[in-house]
């Protein structure tokens, strides 16, 4: 077996680093781009709002600075939502630009996509050429999650745009040993902290591993250099944590997901490990069967029928590749570029892949968005190498495997749904034929066969991530695939049925245990304003129990809006709170947080509210997603019962409310 080098300083290449070229040919990752922009931007706005979570935090931020510094849900600044507030200053800076729209709060993310792929692009031609560049970027844009989340206003598109990032500016660091690119990384990672806090840390042992090894340079220096990117880190992410553990409390909204209104808390506890342990108020992960919540945890989660439909449809050619480059240089020498691509690339894939499979907190399929570009650049990287050397068997047989793993493992994930059968065993049997030819020692037709190959074995998931921009998505736990369907927006609902009669949930998890992906997330639109407003097929409004619906009250929505009082009303939980608010363009107290049990407001604190004149209305209901008031123990619960008690109950439209304006009794 041939030994892989590092690029030496003389002449001389090593077989996998493309050859110098003298005009470097910019057309093709233009064209990449240019689609990329096209299928992330492309009738846009038929998600409406996506999360109104996030959409009215980036409303909130619109409207006051101080809502927008601190990620608050509601401009009157009660409650922030349950992450860091990075990705709400983008959303909250375009709205506050472009105006409060469905295109503005959903744009960014879509532009963040497609730099997404050009730094992924970018990070992979370096080292490996154009033609492996393009290959990654292009695994990226087409990879069905990303398609999902980056039309989608969660914070994970500036997670991953941030991680891509951070990619890229390592390989640069790695090339010459910089401490300077390697803090810039740190940087990055940094404000990654502050978009999704400990899921950024997750490529952290890859990109410190691969410097520690690869760079060019003494053991000594290596060491510095990491901890001098070590500082940077901590200094990006720390002045934030900092300003606000400095900030009066009294002066600032409530930290949502907290215990105790500190970030540190929500950092380590909610955030951090809850997700992986459970607890903290993290009950949703690791249920067998629960689809919206990834599924059973075990090495085949990522697999399974929850997961796999968005993130696996080239895992099995990416492990594949990965296993391949690192036995072929086993022995080469320390800097090798090749073996450290794939210590860092799949270093990435690996501990990502590994904590999602075994998280017993709250996850949902759409984290596996952060697998993304490490697969895609696994993929890029480990098809450039072996076409290298395909004189001998071995990497042709390498080639085989990878294209045949991927037309095979489409074709039964594809089983699990309904949706175009012909698809399914087209490109099944076109990729094995040619899985096949690359066995054959080819020489005038090799880059013809090898395209051919590329693209039948990829069709399968290309086709699913294009089907997924076709359609609207909504509610917070969303699904990739050519359906409408949202999960758990306005109500508890899911990605399972859709238009067209489409089911994605058969498979090995799909069994019931907790809200299952069973209901249709649909969208209404504001015809007055061109904005869409996300509902629920199955809500009925908080006054009869079926939270969700107040976005649709059109009696309610004209009551708040001519409130003039700090917040127009409060209601339980932080969805139900969201969607008043994107009706309405009013500030509503989301008392408990997301699900109703955060310690905000208390009854006390709430009690000064009323006193002072500041809440005009409370709105029976609501609760995480609309249902339930946190519990009677709860402080949201103690507020119901107190308001019950001493006011009077209105019906307004399908909701219950309550005047807090008028003399208790």
Do not use: C
């Not at 089983?415 to 005038?444: E, F, I």
Request: proline letters at 4%; a positive charge; zero cysteines.
């Amino acid at each position: 077996m041939t030994t892989l080098m590092e690029r030496p300083a003389a002449a001389s290449q090593p077989r996998h680093v493309a050859p110098a070229v003298r005009k470097d040919r910019r057309w093709p990752i233009l064209v990449l781009l240019l689609g990329t922009a096209v299928l992330y931007l492309w009738d846009l706005s038929a998600s409406g709002w996506g999360n109104s979570f996030y959409a009215a935090a980036a409303q909130a931020g619109a409207q006051s600075w101080k809502a927008w510094l601190f990620g608050s849900l509601d401009a009157g600044n009660a409650i922030t939502v349950d992450k860091p507030p990075a990705a709400m200053w983008v959303m909250g800076l375009s709205a506050r630009i472009f105006g409060v729209n469905s295109w503005a709060i959903l744009a960014p993310q879509a532009l963040m996509g497609v730099a997404s792929v050009w730094f992924l692009y970018a990070a992979v031609k370096r080292w490996f050429g154009t033609a492996a560049g393009l290959v990654a970027g292009a695994a990226l844009a087409l990879t069905p999650v990303a398609v999902l989340m980056f039309r989608y206003d969660n914070p994970d598109a500036l997670l991953v745009l941030l991680m891509t990032a951070a990619a890229y500016t390592t390989v640069r660091a790695v090339e010459k040993a910089s401490w300077k690119w390697l803090a810039l990384t740190g940087v990055l990672l940094g404000f990654g902290f502050l978009t999704k806090m400990m899921q950024a840390f997750l490529v952290l042992p890859a990109f410190a591993l691969v410097y520690l090894i690869a760079a060019p340079t003494g053991l000594g220096r290596r060491i510095r250099d990491l901890l001098i990117a070590g500082l940077a880190l901590i200094v990006s992410a720390g002045w934030y944590v900092a300003l606000v553990s400095l900030w009066p409390a009294s002066s600032r909204p409530y930290i949502a997901g907290s215990t105790n209104n500190t970030l540190w808390e929500l950092a380590l506890g909610y955030n951090g490990l809850g997700r992986i342990l459970g607890g903290s108020g993290n009950g949703g992960g690791g249920g067998g069967g629960n689809t919206g919540f990834g599924g059973a945890t075990g090495i085949g989660r990522l697999f399974g029928s929850s997961m796999g439909l968005e993130i696996s449809w080239l895992l099995p050619a990416a492990l594949i590749a990965l296993v391949a480059v690192l036995a072929a240089t086993w022995t080469s020498p320390r800097t090798d570029r090749a073996r450290a691509a794939m210590i860092m690339w799949g270093g990435w894939v690996l501990v990502t892949g590994l904590t999602f499979s075994y998280m017993s907190g709250t996850i949902h399929p759409y984290y596996t968005v952060a697998l993304a570009p490490g697969i895609a650049a696994l993929i890029g990287i480990g098809g450039r190498v072996m076409w290298l050397y395909r004189s001998s068997l071995w990497a042709r047989l390498v080639l085989a495997a990878m294209i045949l793993s991927t037309a095979v493992w489409g074709w039964v994930l594809l089983g699990r749904t309904d949706w175009l059968p012909a698809l399914r065993w087209g490109s099944l049997v076109l990729g094995a034929v040619l899985a096949l030819a690359m066995l054959m020692p080819l020489r005038k037709l090799a880059v013809v066969a090898l395209t051919a190959a590329i693209l039948s074995a990829g069709a399968s998931g290309a086709a699913y991530a294009g089907a997924t921009a076709t359609v609207a998505h909504t509610g917070s736990i969303p699904s990739s695939g050519p359906s409408s369907a949202g999960g758990m927006g306005s109500a508890f609902g899911g990605g399972g049925t859709g238009a067209g009669g489409f089911n994605r949930n058969g498979g090995d998890d799909a069994s019931s245990g907790g809200p299952s992906n069973s209901s249709t997330s649909t969208s209404s639109t504001d015809t007055s304003s061109g904005n869409a407003t996300s509902g629920s097929a199955s809500s009925s409004g908080p006054g009869n129990g079926g939270p969700g619906g107040e976005s649709s009250n059109t009696e309610l929505n004209t009551l708040l809006e001519a409130s003039t009082t700090k917040w127009s009303a409060a209601i339980s939980g932080a969805t139900s709170a969201a969607s008043l608010e994107l009706a309405t363009g009013t500030s509503v107290i989301a008392l408990g947080g997301w699900n109703g049990s955060d310690p905000s407001p208390t009854l006390t604190e709430f009690q000064a509210y009323v006193a002072a004149g500041q809440i005009h209305y409370y709105i029976s209901g609501g609760g995480m997603g609309g249902g339930g008031q946190g519990g009677s123990s709860t402080d949201a619960g103690q507020i119901a019962t107190w308001v019950a008690a001493h006011y009077t109950a209105t019906t307004v439209g399908s909701s219950t409310v309550y005047d807090l304006t008028q003399t208790a009794s």
